[in-house]
């Protein structure tokens, strides 16, 4: 998982339970993080037809996510992304935050 995404967590309050999703072309990594430590990380394959419900049914068949607080999203396949969003905001009432490099420059991070 990257570690970008881990010092992000910190600026979160503390306890927070924060879901992150790294979507590439093949493989979505997906990791379920706490007060900046990893407690659970799986990996799935990027499927551009799944729906939101199917991500979800995936997911809470991986782990059981319940409070969960924010939603951290880099992503290289927008259509995947997409379904990603949909299910954070209908199943957990989460808008994520969608890491690009505008927010990457917020933290101090530059890409060359």
Known sequence: ???????????????SMILSFEIGNSNIKIALIRDSEILKVFRIS???????????????????????????????????????ILMLEKHFRVTP????????SMFGVSIE
């Not at 010092?7 to 979160?12: A, E, M, V």
């Not at 979800?56 to 607080?69: H, K, M, P, R």
């Not at 999203?73 to 259509?79: H, M, T």
């Not at 935050?97 to 990457?104: G, P, Q, R, S």
């Open 1 to 15: 998982m990257c570690l970008f995404r881990i010092q992000i967590c910190k600026y979160f309050m503390k306890d």
């Open 97 to 104: 935050i969608v890491l690009n490099e505008d927010m990457l």
């Open 46 to 84: 990027s499927t551009q037809e799944r729906t939101e419900d199917e991500y979800y049914a995936i997911l809470t068949s991986l782990f059981s996510v319940q409070n969960i607080s924010y939603a951290i999203i880099s992503s290289v396949v927008p259509r995947v992304e997409s379904s990603i």
